[in-house]
C-alpha cells in the first residue's frame, strides 16, 4: 500500500497534496512530521489536496484529525480539497464535516486560508 506526500508553499500557505490510501498509522508519520517541521517554521495555514487520495479508513481520519490539532494549535487552519465520492462520504458519515474545512478546489481552499 503507497501513501505519498508533497509540500509547497504559496505565501504563507502549505499546499499538501496526498497521494495513495491511509489505512495505517505508520504511513502518515513522514506527514505528521512534515507538519510539524512547517508549523516550526511559523506555518499554520495548510491546504490539503486530496484528490489523489483513493482511500482512507479510522487510520486515515485520526491523521487529518491530528494535522487539524497542530493547524488550530498554532492559530491556522487545515482546509481539505478535491475529495473524492469514497473520501467525502466517509467525511459526511463520520460527521467530520462539522470539524473539517472543505473546499472543492484549491483556489477556494487558499480563499477560506486568507480570511
Not at 503507497?2 to 497521494?19: G, P
Not at 491523521?63 to 487552519?77: D, N, P, S, W, Y
Request: hydrophobic share 45%.
Amino acid at each position: 500500500m503507497i501513501f505519498n506526500h508533497t509540500i509547497s508553499i504559496e505565501n504563507t500557505i502549505a499546499i499538501i497534496t496526498i497521494d495513495g490510501e491511509l489505512i495505517e498509522k505508520n504511513q502518515a508519520v513522514e506527514l505528521i512530521t512534515s507538519v510539524e517541521e512547517l508549523n516550526a517554521k511559523g506555518i499554520y495555514k495548510l491546504a490539503i489536496n486530496m484528490e489523489n487520495l483513493k482511500y482512507m479508513n479510522s487510520s486515515g481520519l485520526n491523521t487529518f484529525i491530528q494535522i487539524l490539532t497542530k493547524a488550530r494549535v498554532g492559530g491556522g487552519e487545515a482546509v481539505l480539497y478535491s475529495l473524492n465520492k469514497k473520501i467525502n462520504e466517509l467525511i459526511l458519515i463520520t460527521k467530520l464535516n462539522t470539524l473539517f474545512k472543505i473546499a472543492s478546489s484549491k483556489e477556494e481552499a487558499l480563499k477560506m486560508l486568507e480570511s
